[in-house]
Nanobody
Framework: QVQLVESGGGSVQAGGSLRLSCGAS????????VGWFRHGPGKEREGVAA????????LYADSVKGRFTISRDYAKKMVYLQMDSLKPEDTAMYYC??????????????????WGQGTQVTVSS
């Protein structure tokens, strides 16, 4: 029901910044939340940040809190992930995903029904 396309990935040095964008099409409303997930080499898939589109409530993984900021522009159906103070450990494929908000905003992948194709982020030391 929702199509998602990520952009903004690239290669940066440690300490640098990137801003990822997720554009949505199809049916999506203020009742949804959108999350960012990542899957790096040798690591489990990890929920990074999520935002409830209606209220703007957010949730962050402890590993990125204070460094990453999620935001949305509902009129444009866009969600952003501002990543600052990047570390090599942040290297991963980053995905955005959408979920209908039948419960509180969550970083559990199982509650997300629609996924983008991903954008690669590489952080070098």
């Amino acid at each position: 029901q929702v199509q998602l396309v990520e952009s903004g990935g690239g290669s940066v040095q440690a300490g640098g910044s990137l801003r990822l964008s997720c554009g949505a099409s199809g049916y999506i409303s203020s009742w949804y939340y959108v999350g960012w997930f990542r899957h790096g080499p040798g690591k489990e898939r990890e929920g990074v940040a999520a935002i409830y589109l209606g209220s703007g409530d957010t949730l962050y993984a402890d590993s990125v809190k204070g460094r990453f900021t999620i935001s949305r522009d509902y009129a444009k159906k866009m969600v952003y992930l501002q990543m600052d103070s990047l570390k090599p450990e942040d290297t991963a494929m980053y995905y955005c995903a959408a979920a209908r908000s039948f419960g509180p905003v969550s970083l559990s992948p199982g509650v997300y029904s629609d996924w983008g194709q991903g954008t690669q982020v590489t952080v070098s030391s």
